[in-house]
DNA sequence: TATTGTTATACTCTATAACTATA
DNA sequence: TATAGTTATAGAGTATAACAATA
């Protein structure tokens, strides 16, 4: 049997996070999150979501993509996306077009209401950036991404 | 009306993804989710989820810290986290003891399986890091790290 | 009166199986 | 036979309201 004093427990004043801070996964999806917290917040005038924004753009910069396409970029399951295209169209945001070589898909472009949305919602995303980043120089800012696409690239 | 020439629809060949890409919560997001798809991978041999591991590793570094400081600490709604205390106490990773000053709160402690259990998770989630982070140089990483400390603290 | 821990519950997000129309 | 889009559905993750016990 042990000769060693039981220690009375004691309460924890201030939580040591140090191990969890020295892991680049625990850092990134930190800021991951305080990212789209504030993405949710400033995009919520035009009703998007991250998600929403990030199909929008893609249709923007991409006219004609296909929902496949768009699930295989944005990582999204093909069921996953019906509900949110169908909800951008009954917005009047997209068309979804036939698509010129591809009997079985369909194009999809913004409408003009779309464009003029995307176009004042891409400044408020780089707004958003810019005070997301704020403690950032801007060449800190480009070495962030560079980094940052040295992992999932 | 119009005399311009309806232009044909053209299939999109390759998507560009240059604007998202311009954007650091994009590249954060998708870079958090290729380090969580390895985590969760490499750490399904304990049976240990991202927050469980978070959990377990505050834990081992606070013994005694409370289910209170466990939320504030890494953003869960307390009704969320007692399944998850539960679960781990059922495994016989952790143990539930009174507080010493507070009678309404319960310190956290690991078992002694628990201890054994996170020293092994720990070095798994070690190498995992290095694994995520192959095309950074140490230096790089670092960087990496403050630069995300930079937009989240 | 405020806080810790808890139950019940709802809402969102994500994933899988199976179908149709076309390639 | 494979792929694009769709439906139905299940599971995981996250959020709020309300309560008992204690501060």
Same mark, same amino acid.
């Given at each position: 049997? +042990?000769?060693r004093?039981?220690?009375? $427990?004691? /309460?924890?004043?201030?939580?040591?996070?140090?191990?969890?801070?020295?892991?680049?996964?625990?850092?990134?999806?930190?800021?991951?999150?305080?990212i789209? $917290?504030?993405?949710?917040?400033?995009?919520?005038?035009? !009703?998007?979501?991250?998600?929403?924004? +990030?199909?929008?753009?893609?249709?923007? &910069?991409?006219?004609?993509?296909?929902?496949?396409?768009?699930?295989?970029t944005? =990582?999204?399951?093909?069921? =996953?996306?019906? !509900?949110?295209? +169908?909800?951008?169209?009954?917005?009047?945001?997209?068309?979804?077009?036939? &698509?010129?070589? $591809?009997?079985? *898909?369909?194009?999809? &472009?913004?409408?003009?209401?779309?464009?003029?949305?995307?176009?004042?919602?891409?400044?408020? /995303?780089?707004?958003?950036?810019? /005070?997301?980043?704020?403690?950032l +120089?801007? *060449?800190?800012?480009?070495?962030?991404m560079?980094?940052?696409?040295?992992?999932?690239?």
């Amino acid at each position: 049997m +042990s000769t060693r004093k039981t220690t009375p $427990d004691a /309460a924890v004043e201030q939580v040591d996070t140090s191990y969890l801070e020295s892991l680049v996964g625990y850092n990134a999806r930190r800021a991951t999150l305080v990212i789209v $917290d504030a993405f949710l917040r400033n995009m919520a005038v035009y !009703g998007l979501r991250p998600v929403d924004f +990030s199909v929008l753009s893609l249709i923007a &910069h991409n006219p004609g993509i296909t929902s496949r396409q768009l699930c295989t970029t944005l =990582n999204i399951q093909p069921p =996953n996306l019906v !509900g949110m295209i +169908s909800q951008l169209q009954r917005r009047d945001l997209i068309t979804r077009r036939p &698509h010129p070589n $591809d009997g079985r *898909a369909m194009g999809l &472009h913004l409408t003009p209401e779309g464009r003029k949305m995307m176009k004042q919602a891409e400044v408020t /995303a780089s707004e958003l950036e810019e /005070a997301s980043t704020a403690r950032l +120089s801007p *060449a800190e800012r480009r070495t962030l991404m560079q980094l940052l696409k040295k992992i999932y690239i």
